[in-house]
């Protein structure tokens, strides 16, 4: 979710789910250690529950960085050991990691020592073209054990290392959720998360009778809406989610007029809305608008105005929620 998930991005999606966490985009430990933090770490007080997603192998730095998200805030640090990339892979980080174990659980047991946020892992089912369960319940017993970690969040497909894009390793390696079933029926006491290929709520209910959790990743971006019913559905809560996508998009007009005030271009936060009214009549309109680069210049209050003008009359929001 590189260069998606970033505090714009999140913003939005606090506002049409207000239980489901969120997570940053994957931060390096040496844009942190030698960066400019503020820009990696500032948020909105609204995204909260939130956590920061890092990327690195050396246990000091990742104590470091642990420390540094304990104190801009954060209500979760997450290790990555899922991330295929080649570049990530040279920087030795990411999912090359699970060949290192014992590594990882140094380095988890290093930001558990440095900080009081709960530590997590997320990491994909196996390396390569290995489908040996033991190296899954291996990697996840040694983090327990050794480091001390107790969620772990699972990408149910292996990360190919080698000739793969970072696309081709979601689509390609084969979906085996019954392996995340099986880590959660050995690792009972341990929270287990599925991830990969969940584009449905009712296949998010589905995973819930195996699991403990359910991290939902670019369905959830392309196709934002579906977030406004997971409060209700999921946690049981239906007073704090919006109920129509119209408010959703004033109350993104009004934060964009915020960055406005502050000198910054708004429309680096209105790509992350554009799938708002995917489905409906006229929502290819809205998005040519908002994505107009001749447009930057007026205010978001006026390109909202001519956006909606593409979209044809709309049922009422009862409706709209019924069918969405």
């Given at each position: 979710m590189?260069?998606?998930?970033?505090?714009?991005?999140r913003?939005?999606?606090?506002l049409?789910?207000?239980?489901?966490?969120?997570?940053?985009?994957?931060?390096?430990?040496?844009?942190?250690?030698?960066?400019d933090?503020p820009?990696?770490?500032?948020?909105?007080?609204?995204?909260?529950?939130?956590?920061l997603q890092l990327?690195?192998?050396?246990p000091?730095d990742?104590?470091?960085c642990?420390?540094l998200?304990e104190?801009?805030?954060y209500?979760?640090?997450?290790?990555?050991?899922?991330?295929?990339?080649?570049?990530?892979q040279?920087?030795?980080?990411?999912?090359?990691?699970?060949?290192?174990?014992e590594l990882?659980?140094?380095?988890?047991?290093?930001?558990?020592?440095?900080?009081?946020?709960?530590?997590?892992?997320?990491?994909?089912?196996?390396?390569?073209?290995?489908?040996?369960?033991?190296?899954l319940?291996?990697?996840?017993g040694?983090?327990?054990?050794?480091?001390?970690?107790?969620?772990?969040?699972?990408?149910?497909?292996?990360?190919?290392?080698?000739?793969l894009?970072p696309?081709?390793?979601r689509?390609?390696?084969?979906l085996?959720?019954?392996?995340v079933y099986?880590?959660?029926a050995?690792?009972?006491?341990?929270?287990?998360v599925?991830?990969g290929?969940?584009?449905?709520?009712?296949?998010?209910?589905?995973?819930?009778?195996?699991?403990?959790?359910v991290?939902?990743?670019?369905h959830?971006y392309h196709?934002p809406?579906?977030?406004?019913?997971?409060?209700?559905r999921f946690f049981?809560?239906?007073s704090?989610?919006?109920h129509?996508r119209?408010?959703a998009?004033?109350?993104?007009?009004?934060?964009m007029d915020g960055?406005?005030?502050?000198g910054?271009?708004?429309?680096y936060?209105a790509?992350?809305?554009?799938?708002?009214?995917?489905?409906?009549?006229?929502?290819?309109?809205?998005?040519?608008?908002?994505s107009?680069?001749?447009?930057?210049?007026?205010?978001?209050?006026?390109?909202?105005?001519?956006?909606r003008?593409?979209?044809r009359?709309?049922p009422?929001?009862?409706?709209?929620?019924?069918?969405?």
């Amino acid at each position: 979710m590189m260069d998606w998930t970033d505090r714009h991005c999140r913003f939005f999606h606090r506002l049409l789910t207000r239980h489901t966490r969120l997570y940053t985009e994957m931060v390096t430990t040496g844009a942190l250690l030698h960066g400019d933090v503020p820009r990696h770490l500032d948020f909105n007080d609204e995204e909260h529950p939130v956590a920061l997603q890092l990327g690195g192998s050396e246990p000091d730095d990742l104590a470091r960085c642990a420390k540094l998200a304990e104190q801009w805030g954060y209500d979760e640090v997450n290790l990555n050991c899922g991330c295929p990339s080649e570049r990530v892979q040279r920087g030795a980080f990411g999912a090359c990691l699970m060949a290192e174990p014992e590594l990882v659980a140094d380095g988890v047991k290093a930001m558990r020592d440095a900080c009081s946020l709960p530590v997590t892992v997320k990491h994909r089912i196996g390396i390569d073209r290995g489908e040996d369960y033991g190296f899954l319940r291996d990697f996840v017993g040694t983090l327990h054990q050794r480091g001390g970690c107790e969620v772990f969040i699972v990408h149910a497909r292996n990360a190919w290392l080698q000739g793969l894009s970072p696309k081709e390793n979601r689509e390609v390696p084969p979906l085996r959720h019954e392996q995340v079933y099986r880590l959660k029926a050995d690792f009972p006491a341990l929270t287990i998360v599925i991830n990969g290929g969940i584009t449905t709520d009712a296949q998010i209910g589905e995973h819930l009778q195996h699991v403990d959790g359910v991290m939902v990743g670019r369905h959830a971006y392309h196709e934002p809406w579906a977030l406004a019913a997971w409060d209700q559905r999921f946690f049981g809560d239906d007073s704090v989610a919006l109920h129509d996508r119209a408010a959703a998009e004033a109350a993104m007009v009004s934060y964009m007029d915020g960055l406005v005030a502050q000198g910054l271009p708004w429309a680096y936060a209105a790509r992350h809305m554009l799938g708002l009214h995917n489905g409906l009549p006229g929502a290819r309109r809205w998005r040519q608008v908002w994505s107009d680069h001749k447009l930057k210049a007026m205010a978001p209050a006026e390109v909202s105005a001519l956006a909606r003008q593409g979209l044809r009359a709309r049922p009422s929001a009862d409706t709209i929620a019924a069918f969405a």
